[in-house]
């Protein structure tokens, strides 16, 4: 039998995988055994980036709002002098660059767990702040405003 390889990995790969293991098969699937045979490591790398399971759960949830939401939401290029093209931009990249393929499954996750619901809701919060915002500076106001943003986040 082959030794694994030494690969250099760094949270963010544990992270990139378990999410993608998420998508497939929910976080039932997301072990630590399971991982480092995907990713080609022994446990013990597992261990020198984590303290735990639940602190690999932060990481995701953490990389997640970075990398699919922060990504888009903090890019300077959105908030020029055009909100409509930023607006169209910014949907472009979500879809362009699948930035929506982790939602399902972090919302089911979120569904029965606490720490994710609240990943969830503060993602959320910056995501209605951001369209809202661009909305807002198009001169949509009040209510509808609201059920525009609600609508595009949908």
């Known amino acids: ?6 690969v250099a990995l760094d949270r ?8 993608d293991v998420l998508r497939i098969e929910g976080i039932q699937g ?9 990713l080609g490591v022994t446990k013990g790398s597992f261990y020198w980036h984590f303290k735990d399971r639940n602190a690999l759960y932060r990481n995701m949830l953490d990389y997640w709002a970075d990398a699919y939401t922060q990504v888009v939401v903090g890019n300077t290029e959105f908030h020029d ?8 931009a910014a949907m472009k990249m979500v ?9 399902m ?40 405003a609201e059920i525009r943003t609600r ?4």
């Open 151 to 154: 609508l595009l986040l949908c």
């Open 1 to 6: 039998m082959g030794r694994k390889k030494n």
């Open 105 to 144: 499954a972090i919302r089911a996750w979120a569904d029965r767990d606490r720490m994710a619901e609240q990943a969830v809701r503060r993602v959320d919060r910056q995501r209605t702040s951001f369209v809202r915002g661009l909305f807002e500076r198009l001169a949509v106001q009040g209510q509808d």
């Open 12 to 19: 963010e790969a544990w992270a990139r995988r378990a999410l």
């Open 30 to 38: 997301v072990r630590v055994e399971r991982l480092a045979r995907d």
């Open 95 to 103: 879809r362009r660059d699948g930035l929506d393929q982790y939602e």
């Open 81 to 88: 002098d055009d909100p409509g093209g930023s607006l169209m």
